[in-house]
């Protein structure tokens, strides 16, 4: 890790990724970040059960569009800090082949890179430093490890809630979906406050997190969401809450976040 990223970790301010990492039960945090975390915790009682719903949604995810939608590609932006099931584990347990490339700009993310890189042998997993802000770096950088001719799955699990302005939200969506090919996939997922999915907790928690920690974040509701979706097929069941995109056997919980896969047609 470069003197520069070492320089841009701040230990004395809550980061999104570890209070992630908290609520996940792992280890990569601290202090200020466990103190934010279960202060939000109070405010919003399920947000670890949250954290835990928008894993499992990505296994899913990832599992189908690897088992059969015969996606061999992916592009994880704002992939946070290693846990366990990372996409690439996903993706190549079921097509060792698979080529997996996470996008993140956060410096502890980038001091835990090392850890991500070591997937299958027939695969390949790489690392980008990049910012979800500017999707023509993103594009360009992962243009080194995958053919963006043939299909690929854009992953965005909450990280455009982190992309304040709505209409930047759009665009950065629009450009990844632009530069890949018919049968790629987006995956999506974003915190809402709508009270259909319990979001009301959200409201004082968001407020809370805005005022004390890094980076700001906003909640969308269900017609924005959906406008990121545009010129794609969403596959059933639709926009849910990502506990309930094709659940396990067994009581599915409802969480307030948003989750879908969209393919382009």
Not at 112 to 117: N, Q
Not at 201 to 215: C, D, I, K, L, S
Request: with cysteine; hydrophobic share 45%; net charge negative.
């Amino acid at each position: 890790m470069t003197s520069d990223h070492t320089a841009r970790i701040r230990t004395d301010i809550a980061h999104n990724a570890r209070v992630w990492n908290h609520w996940l039960g792992g280890k990569d945090n601290y202090p200020v970040d466990r103190a934010v975390g279960d202060r939000v915790t109070s405010l919003h009682p399920g947000i670890g059960e949250v954290a835990r719903a928008d894993r499992a949604f990505l296994r899913r995810a990832v599992t189908y569009l690897a088992a059969q939608a015969g996606i061999r590609q992916f592009l994880d932006i704002g992939t946070g800090l290693p846990t366990a099931d990372n996409t690439h584990e996903v993706a190549q347990r079921v097509a060792p082949d698979a080529r997996i490339v996470y996008v993140d700009n956060d410096p502890i993310v980038l001091a835990h890179a090392r850890a991500l890189l070591t997937g299958s042998p027939e695969g390949a997993t790489a690392y980008v430093d990049a910012d979800a802000h500017r999707p023509e770096d993103v594009l360009d950088a992962a243009a080194a490890t995958l053919d963006l001719g043939r299909p690929v799955a854009v992953m965005m699990l909450g990280i455009l809630n982190f992309v304040l302005d709505t209409d930047e939200a759009r665009r950065i969506v629009r450009t990844l979906m632009a530069a890949v090919p018919s049968g790629s996939h987006l995956v999506l997922t974003h915190p809402t406050t709508d009270p259909e999915l319990g979001g009301e907790g959200n409201v004082e928690a968001m407020a809370f997190w805005n005022a004390n920690a890094t980076p700001p974040i906003t909640a969308r509701d269900r017609g924005e969401f959906a406008s990121f979706l545009e010129g794609l097929e969403v596959l059933e069941p639709g926009i849910v809450s990502c506990a309930r995109w094709r659940p396990e056997p067994g009581p599915a919980g409802v969480v307030a976040q948003f989750g879908a896969v969209a393919r382009k047609p």
